[in-house]
């Protein structure tokens, strides 16, 4: 017996709020713990107390932010198993590696280090801190390299095979895991996303600081290092970011479609739409405003190629969808050992399409005596909701090109020095902190929407992962998390807040504005 | 490649290992952070605070090595007891919630009020998991109520929270709060000094007596009470497919096991020496020597109860011949082979790194007391 659709959709609804959440604190971390690597590294060489106060006064803000990572980082792992036990006991034995290995080298290192940076200063060699730094911002970064080897099995599984005894996958390269293409592009789109978010943090306090005229040296300070690694962050997350779309275009194509609000395929030269109203029902655009050549370049970098839309998708699933069903009804016999070796055979020649199958168990429970019309609604069921990825794909694009925009100001104003004589610039970094945010968060809503129907893209339909528990838990647990994360959200922005507006006087020594002098420490 | 079976036990002991070196870690955090909302003084509560909190994040983290480590080398048993108690670990998670926020964010701002609640937050995020821990240990001597589908081996929990609230969960629940509260002592006693210390001390003789006697006395709830299971056969090969072993039941069985399996007694014994030895050390002065007696304690308690179930994982009580043991409910031998040898130089790093992250906390005189904590008023929790 399947979960019921009210359980799959709170399901999915549950783990998409808690994941996402979660992602509002995770690109701080990776980011951030690269600056703090980058004072500590001109402390350590210059011996200037300022560079100390730096990575003493931002790592004060990483805190805060590590912590609700910390909350919700272990919900993630909790989940799986909560809300998708029969995804989770599909794939342990695969995406479980990736986890574990997250667990073991990642989250165990930072969380240890983050302890040492705190509690350690002084009482150890200021290098011995230094290599414990390191370790926090490698640490953080491997967290999130395990995470998407991860999840890009999940949108392109290999490496892997069925096995319909176990009805689990198994794994049969670990390395080729690490080494997939798909991951290692998109871990370094989000490696640079993160960094970007530090940027934009680090640029907009700052930049409030010179608007009050506190802190003037201390900001300055920030902001030259920021913009640094800000032009190549945001170059390189452009530059990772439009590599993912060649690999999307040749491996993810229905996601590739709806990205665009291609339906049916263009002959090339294709025209790229820039906006459009994409209408599921009638599988056609109701308008577009559209640029001729561009598609083409985008999905290949030439002029020739051009990307399958979702009407032939659809069609050509409906027919892996019949060749599943042939090797799904003869499980039973299989199971029992009593299939012939001619249906032994039959299941062979259609095992690759078995998860097809799959998605007609939403209309058909014993699956014998499948009708073609319920093909057909499994097979319309088979592409993305193309309005949702269409549109989530154009914001996080947007957001990226006012940060080039304002990146490329700060170059300038950098290198003729004058950064805090441009209000209009240093107010817009100061509004600009959430744009990196809303970046990521509908750059995770571009991937995971743009793979569904699939959990396992493929071979396992996201409504067969989930659970076989009742509504009414699922009902609570949403609630739940919605008000515990309510709550840590509104404490942890009140703590930011009240610490971004004291600055480095909270540190307490005495060399910042705001805070009465004192003496404790000389200037060095 | 290494043996499939040979890879099966290695992963079981390893996975125990695990749950060990979090319950003698995380576990005295527990401890201190139960006993917080009781001192009268701030000045006890801030030293008891960074007594713990200078590595309480990284003792945290073997509960998701643990969690990691089920999810890829059991993921049957992680599926189908993480859906099916589903309320319980909503419990350990939600109390987990308060935990992150009690350490960093108390002391970032001076009101009584807001210190009050996180020292009360703090209690909670330790008590309850221990508790459910605990409980879960409990029933799982006393078996699940699972099942699994034929076909699609899809899992299914026919039972709900309450059913996991009985007299042997409750033993169990309790012996795992003494257990922490006793570790949680003698951590504290070891790193504080003066007054609390004493009073460390004596708490420690409090609860180390209370556990040695609930202990025995869940030993005796084992013997007389609980319907334990017995694996009279499974198939070669059975991997994740725990539908057709042949198991029995019968009250005491857990304890008839150790006749079959000599070796579990150790688990029991060290546990008994290590309570006591602790208790003769601490009162010799020998703080550190006491508290690592502790550990050797905590891993002999641990171990009881996972010993006790071997070769069973999750029994089954809803259709024993669906039990899940470490022969049928780990993962092919290709993943369990990668992970160990992926596993075993990480842990030896990671020993190496934790031993430097104590050595660089604690550097100096090694203990704490109010002042420290006044001195370092803006870096301390």
């Known amino acids: 017996m399947l979960p019921s659709a009210a359980v799959v959709d709170l399901s999915r609804t549950q783990f998409a709020f808690t994941a996402l959440f979660h992602f509002l604190f995770v690109p701080l971390t990776l980011g951030l713990s690269w600056y703090l690597v980058a004072m500590e590294a001109a402390y350590v060489r210059s011996g200037k107390v300022v560079f100390r106060d730096m990575t003493q006064f931002w790592g004060k803000l990483f805190a805060i932010n590590f912590a609700i990572g910390v909350v919700t980082g272990i919900t993630m792992e909790f989940e799986f198993g909560l809300n998708w036990a029969y995804f989770s006991r599909f794939i342990g034995d695969t995406f479980g590696t990736a986890l574990a290995i997250e667990g073991i080298t990642a989250f165990m290192l930072e969380a240890t280090m983050i302890g040492v940076f705190f509690f350690a200063w002084g009482k150890i060699n200021k290098w011995a801190h230094f290599g414990a730094t390191i370790l926090l911002a490698i640490g953080s970064n491997l967290s999130i390299l395990n995470i998407i080897v991860a999840n890009s099995w999940m949108q392109h599984p290999n490496n ?16 080729g ?37 506190k802190n003037v040296g201390f900001a300055k300070r920030s902001m030259a290092i920021a913009v640094g690694f800000g032009i190549i962050g945001v170059l390189s997350v452009g530059f990772f970011g439009d590599q993912n779309g060649l690999q999307v275009a040749q491996k993810e194509p229905a996601k590739m479609a709806a990205i665009e609000g291609v339906w049916s395929t263009p002959t090339p030269p294709a025209a790229w739409s820039l906006l459009a109203w994409p209408d599921q029902a009638k599988e056609k655009n109701i308008f577009d405003i559209s640029f001729p050549y561009v598609l083409s370049l985008i999905a290949s970098h030439s002029l020739t190629g051009t990307i399958e839309g979702e009407r032939q998708i659809i069609a050509g699933n409906k027919l892996r969808i019949e060749s599943g069903l042939m090797a799904y009804k003869l499980l039973p016999k299989m199971r029992e050992g009593k299939a012939t070796p001619q249906e032994i055979a039959t299941y062979k020649a259609h095992k690759k399409d078995i998860g097809f199958a799959m998605l007609a168990r939403r209309y058909n429970d014993s699956m014998t005596n499948v009708t073609p019309a319920q093909v057909t609604a499994a097979a319309k069921d088979s592409i993305p909701n193309v309005f949702v990825t269409f549109y989530s794909f154009r914001i996080m694009v947007a957001c990226w090109s006012v940060m080039v925009f304002l990146l490329l100001f700060g170059l300038y104003y950098c290198a003729r020095g004058t950064m805090e004589k441009h209000k209009w610039w240093l107010c817009c970094l100061l509004v600009c902190i959430p744009i990196p945010y809303i970046a990521s968060e509908f750059g995770w809503v571009t991937a995971e929407l743009g793979r569904q129907p699939w959990v396992l893209k493929h071979i396992l339909p996201t409504f067969f992962g989930a659970s076989s528990i009742d509504v009414a838990s699922v009902a609570f647990s949403l609630g739940g998390f919605a008000l515990f994360y309510l709550m840590i959200f509104i404490v942890e922005l009140a703590l930011m807040f009240k610490f971004a507006n004291i600055g480095p006087a909270s540190l307490g020594t005495g060399r910042y504005d705001g805070e009465e002098k004192a003496t404790t420490e000389s200037q060095v | 490649m290494m043996g499939f079976t040979d890879l099966q036990f290695i992963w079981w002991v390893l996975i125990g290992a695990v749950l060990i070196i979090y319950a003698a870690t995380a576990g005295f955090d527990f401890g201190a952070t139960m006993l917080l909302p009781f001192m009268r003084k701030e000045s006890d509560r801030r030293v008891i605070l960074n007594a713990s909190g200078r590595t309480w994040d990284g003792n945290q983290t073997w509960i998701v090595f643990a969690g990691g480590g089920l999810f890829v080398i059991w993921p049957a048993v992680y599926a189908a007891t993480f859906s099916g108690l589903y309320a319980a670990i909503l419990i350990i998670l939600w109390s987990f919630f308060l935990r992150p926020p009690g350490f960093d964010f108390r002391a970032k701002i001076d009101s009584h009020i807001w210190r009050r609640f996180w020292d009360l937050g703090l209690f909670v995020s330790a008590f309850f998991p221990m508790l459910i821990f605990g409980v879960a240990f409990g029933n799982l001597l006393q078996g699940l109520p699972l099942s699994f589908s034929p076909i699609s081996l899809r899992s299914f929990y026919h039972g709900n929270f309450w059913g996991l609230i009985n007299w042997m969960g409750i033993i169990a629940g309790v012996v795992a709060i003494l257990m922490a509260l006793m570790h949680g002592a003698a951590m504290l006693n070891r790193r504080t000094e003066g007054d609390l210390k004493r009073r460390m001390q004596r708490l420690f003789y409090i609860f180390g007596v209370l556990l040695l006697i609930v202990f025995t006395g869940g030993g005796f709830m084992v013997a007389y009470a609980v319907k334990g299971y017995v694996l009279v056969h499974s198939p070669a090969n059975a991997t994740l497919h725990p539908l057709s072993s042949v198991v029995t039941r019968q009250t005491g069985a857990w304890f008839a096991s150790y006749a079959q399996y000599p070796w579990k007694a150790a688990a029991p014994i060290v546990a008994y020496i290590g309570i006591v030895l602790a208790m003769i050390t601490l009162k010799l002065g020998k703080g550190a020597f006491a508290f690592w007696m502790s550990v050797v304690a905590i891993a002999g308690v641990v171990a009881t109860a996972g010993t006790a179930l071997f070769p069973f994982i999750v029994p089954s009580s809803f259709a024993p011949a669906q039990s899940m043991t470490v022969w049928n409910a780990t993962s092919a031998q290709y993943t369990l082979n990668a992970m160990l040898y992926v596993t075993i130089p990480l842990l030896a790093f990671i020993l190496c790194y934790k031993i430097f992250a104590y050595w660089a906390v604690w550097r100096g005189k090694g203990t704490l007391d109010s002042k420290d904590v006044a001195a370092n008023e803006h870096e301390y929790y």
């Not at chain 1, 892997?160 to 390395?175: E, G, I, K, R």
């Not at chain 1, 640079?192 to 930049?207: H, K, Q, R, Y």
């Open chain 1, 160 to 175: 892997t095979v069925f096995h319909w005894q176990t009805m689990t996958m198994h794994l049969t390269n670990l390395w």
């Open chain 1, 177 to 213: 895991f690490y080494i997939d293409t798909l991951a290692q592009i998109r871990v370094g789109h989000i490696l640079f996303a993160g960094v970007m978010t530090g940027t934009m943090f680090i640029l907009g306090i700052s930049a409030f600081y010179i608007l009050k005229n």
